[in-house]
């Protein structure tokens, strides 16, 4: 289910994006430029149960482009590499050269998440870069730490 509803998320994403048609600019071979705001490498947050902060990760990171970023996506994998569900938001800026994506992520499974950003620009140049982060539990009759 939880595959199914991300998917979802993808392809609602990939026709937002689609239907934005910027102009491919003659020549360009230059990928946009990404930018991770937060979280930083490695950065610890801890689960809802926790009743420890943060227990939200805040995300955000945006990509520059000379001519113009038409795609952008988020996606976290959890300790096996499944993909969890993740909401994002886009936000698109100087004339579609600046593209930002958000996103508040929490979640009840200790262990090491590898967040992964991919941006397009209209000529099809892509960027990807990751960022690992870990969450942890804390309480009840035993602390877990992340098993990564």
């Known amino acids: 289910m939880k595959t199914l509803r991300t998917l979802c998320y993808v392809a609602a994403a ?6 934005c048609k910027a102009e491919p600019l003659e020549g360009d071979e230059q990928a946009p ?3 991770i705001m937060s979280p930083v490498e490695n950065e610890e947050f801890y689960t809802i149960a926790s009743n420890t902060a943060p227990s939200v990760l805040q995300i955000r990171a945006k990509a520059t482009d000379n001519n113009a970023v ?3 996506i988020l996606t976290i994998a959890d300790p096996n590499g499944d993909l969890a569900d993740v909401d994002f938001d886009t936000n698109i800026k100087e004339n579609n050269t600046v593209m930002e994506l958000s996103s508040d992520f929490s979640t ?5 998440y590898t967040l992964r950003f991919l941006f397009r620009d ?5 960027a990807s870069t990751s960022r690992t982060v870990r969450c942890l539990h804390v309480g009840g009759d035993t602390d877990l730490a ?3």
């Not at 009840?108 to 090491?112: A, K, L, S």
């Not at 209209?122 to 892509?126: D, L, S």
């Open 14 to 19: 990939l026709s937002l994006f689609l239907s």
């Open 33 to 35: 430029v990404i930018e």
């Open 70 to 72: 038409t795609f952008g």
């Open 108 to 112: 009840d499974t200790p262990g090491t």
């Open 122 to 126: 209209a000529n099809g140049n892509e």
């Open 146 to 148: 992340a098993k990564n």
